[in-house]
């Protein structure tokens, strides 16, 4: 299996990937994995890779432009998102979360593309024309998907074969067996507390390859780039991780909010 790791700190895979079942896999020719810098990809001699977020708000946004780029480069030959033995993954708090179901999903695989996240977030259009999938590793907040793409990396080598040299254990481990009781018994009701995913964002250009910036983000008016997020949230939410609504007060307008998501679906 080959995985490609799209990031702005390709030196931080020195140390990861150099040790235990992830280095003997490498050694043995099971996996072959490619760090690629984000940066080779930027126009300007600053090589910059982030912008402010339209609508205002605090921190950077990863541009769409050099992401696009790289994994068109990567992948020259791809028709777009859903082609079978290969996926491109965001990493992102905003993403599905990561379990041991997504980790067999991945192993079975040819390929997989990990774009590491960083600074207040990536481009939206990135998520939503680039990514295959939005993945999170937990419910906490870290400073980039590089972590998170080491342990998604680990977690898979671990299923594929010949990768750890007692196989049977692998198939004892916790995880392991809670995914195995959820695909014989159906789904697991159990829900968690919390709060919202973030809303998208969205940093220049306003207009790539056609596809535009939300126009609520553009026109100025705070107010209503606060309800678009709000709502926006409430959704992302819904659709990645409708464990953490339990956690959530809901005002009378979120309430209308989600009735609406609802009654699209």
């Known amino acids: 299996m080959r995985f490609h790791v799209v990031t702005i700190f390709p030196e931080f895979f020195r140390g990861p990937f150099e040790h235990g079942v992830v280095e003997r896999a490498r050694r043995s020719g099971r996996i072959e994995i490619q760090v690629h810098d984000l940066r080779t990809w930027t126009q300007d001699r600053h090589r910059t890779v982030d912008d402010r977020p339209f609508g205002g708000a605090?921190?950077?946004v990863l541009k769409a432009a050099p992401?696009?780029?790289?994994?068109?480069t990567v992948w020259p030959d791809r028709k777009g998102s859903g082609e079978p033995g290969r996926k491109v993954v965001l990493l992102s708090a905003g993403g599905v979360?990561?379990?041991q179901a997504k980790a067999r999903e991945f192993a079975k695989l040819d390929q997989l593309l990990l774009?590491?996240?960083r600074y207040e977030g990536v481009d939206e259009r990135v998520a939503e024309h680039l990514a295959d999938e939005?993945?999170?590793i937990?419910?906490?907040v870290l400073s980039g998907g590089e972590l998170g793409a080491a342990v998604i990396i680990e977690a898979v080598t671990r299923l594929l074969p010949?990768?750890?040299g007692n196989e049977a254990s692998t198939r004892q481990e916790s995880f392991t067996a809670i995914v195995d009781a959820a695909e014989a018994e159906g789904p697991d009701s159990t829900c968690g507390s919390g709060?919202?995913?973030d809303y998208p964002h969205y940093t220049r250009p306003a207009d790539f390859r056609g596809m535009k910036v939300p126009e609520v983000l553009i026109n100025g008016n705070h107010q209503q780039i606060r309800r678009w997020r709000r709502e926006q949230a409430l959704k992302k939410t819904l659709r990645n991780r409708p464990d953490l609504m339990d956690g959530v007060e809901l005002s009378k307008e979120d309430a209308k909010v989600l009735e609406r998501v609802k009654s699209s679906q």
């Open 134 to 136: 939005e993945v999170s």
């Open 97 to 99: 979360k990561y379990d």
């Open 58 to 60: 605090e921190g950077m």
């Open 162 to 164: 010949g990768a750890v």
């Open 195 to 197: 709060g919202l995913l």
């Open 115 to 117: 774009i590491c996240g």
């Open 67 to 72: 992401l696009f780029d790289a994994v068109e």
């Open 138 to 140: 937990g419910d906490y």
